[in-house]
């Protein structure tokens, strides 16, 4: 037997199954006040209406409408029409009790690391870089695109990284990529391709990228560390590893510049060994005590694959970074990225694309650098005058600070500053796990987070802090 339905409105259809008209119909119609397809108050089609709507007599309608009627399924009034009973609402079993969770409450002040002010991001001008990127897109930019990323964008940041970041590139070996963790994840398949078993990492870094080289099968050796940055002639350090991940403008979370012979060994070994250089520059365009340094890529751009992003310089949620490869990389990284992974969408694409051509971007990395240090020279001058036995570490750069702490200080200062509810991280947290123990203690302090209204707040719990810890 064929089903018989009818749609009421939208999304609402009665199925009617069975030989008996009448019942099927009204046996449909309860179902879908029970289910609530159809709400109390609904208006119902006419009988004639739906009879045609069914193909069925319209007394078979009239007679099931009557019966719901009478059941008090449905209400009829002259001149309003069926509708569904008020009363017909399904009833709702009565809500079990819960047992009553522990309240979590957000911490007042944060301090972490790792973000820029937010509330400094430029809409106005992002928007007008939109407007105008947008009509000047060509049709073809709707489309799948090059996997490399638009070329407006790879164009424009080969010009901007070679005159700010001395990174030596060609739109034609820049790909775009969703961030630096997506880039490293490329770079990942990459080396697991070419058989690559070990890659070196820093001792002190970010676990979420040392997660993604391992999920690329690769073992990872630590390098040991001093005033001087990551030791990279160490006899056993790199022996054996195919990479080497660094961030030799600005050490995360230590603070520390790559020292020029460190930087020159990096790329020796690269060359002698035929391995690769990751490079991470995730906040190198901001130094406040000098120049910026270059980028580590300068030196030989066929043995470093520069990883850079618009993370810290505008903010994470726009997902744009970029990987300047050597000429024969940049196939390997097409093909792991594959069709089901294409760059980010072509409109943000082009808007920083324009936003970059426009100088817009580099008035406000100017203006965010004067913020940025003007913050770092708050919060050095505020702790010399309340924590004088504290020392801020590391080279006046980026968004954060790393202030030293004596040994067994690092856990007291974490447990008074959750007392002050301020969120702050340890050194600690950002150690290798295979890197040796005894390294340095402190707090990791990100004197970009804080919107201005937050920023006293923040500065005064964190004096707080270190005055219960014992370094006042």
């Known amino acids: 037997m064929t089903d ?32 609530g397809r159809l709400a109390p108050g609904a208006r119902l089609p006419s009988s004639r209406s739906l ?21 008090g399924w449905l209400t009829a009034r002259q001149g309003s029409g069926t509708r569904v009973a008020r009363r017909a609402e399904p009833r709702r079993p009565p809500a079990r009790a819960v047992p ?4 979590r409450t957000r911490p007042a002040h944060s301090l972490l690391p790792g973000s820029p002010d937010l509330a400094f991001f430029p809409r106005g001008q992002w928007l007008a870089a939109a407007r105008r990127a947008l009509n000047a897109a060509p049709h ?28 030596r590139a060609a739109p034609e070996r820049i790909v775009v990529c969703a961030g630096f963790a997506h880039g490293l994840r490329l770079m990942g398949e990459v080396l697991r391709r070419r058989r690559v078993r070990v890659a070196a990492v820093e001792s002190y870094g970010i676990d979420s990228h040392w997660a993604v080289l391992r999920q690329a099968g690769l073992a990872m050796r630590v390098l040991p560390f001093d005033a001087q940055g990551t030791r990279i002639g160490e006899p056993d350090g790199l022996r054996g590893a195919g990479a080497v991940l660094l961030t030799p403008a600005h050490q995360f979370p230590l603070g520390t510049a790559l020292h020029p012979d460190r930087r020159t060994a990096a790329v020796d070994w690269a060359r002698r060994s035929g391995a690769l250089v990751l490079e991470d520059d995730y906040d190198g365009e901001f130094r ?11 030196l030989d751009p066929e043995r470093v694959v520069y ?28 093909r792991a990225k594959g069709h089901e992974e294409w760059a980010a969408g072509a409109f943000d694409q082009l808007t920083l694309a324009e936003f970059i051509a426009s100088g817009a971007y580099d008035r406000h990395v100017r203006g965010m650098r004067v913020r940025y240090r003007r913050r770092r020279d708050h919060l050095v001058a505020l702790l010399a005058e309340q924590a004088p036995r504290v020392r801020v570490s590391g080279i006046a750069a980026g968004l954060h600070a790393v202030l030293e702490l004596p040994p067994g200080g690092e856990e007291s200062a974490l447990r008074a500053a959750a ?9 600690g947290r950002f150690r290798h796990p295979d890197a040796a123990q005894g390294g340095p203690e402190g707090l990791v302090v990100g004197y970009g987070t804080p919107p201005d209204s937050a920023w006293a707040g923040a500065l005064g719990a964190l004096c707080n802090t270190l005055r219960a810890a014992g370094g006042a």
């Open 100 to 103: 009553a969770r522990p309240v």
């Open 307 to 334: 990883l850079g992003t618009a993370s810290k310089s505008l903010a994470p949620g726009l997902r744009l970074g970029w990987m300047v490869l050597p000429s024969d990389v940049v196939e390997e990284v097409l």
């Open 419 to 427: 007392w002050q509810g301020l969120l702050v991280p340890g050194v």
């Open 140 to 167: 073809e930019a709707l489309g799948y695109g090059d996997p490399r990323g638009r070329i407006e964008l790879r164009t424009v940041l080969a010009d901007y990284l070679a005159r700010a970041r001395g990174v």
């Open 4 to 35: 018989q339905w009818a749609t009421f409105g939208a999304d609402l259809h009665l199925e009617l199954r069975g030989p008996r008209l009448r019942s099927g119909l009204m046996d449909a119609l309860r179902e879908a006040v029970r289910s």
């Open 288 to 298: 406040y005590d000098r120049q910026p340094v270059g980028a580590l890529q300068g």
């Open 51 to 71: 009879a045609a709507d069914l193909g069925v007599a319209r007394n078979t309608v009239a007679d099931a409408y009557a019966e719901l009627v009478a059941e």
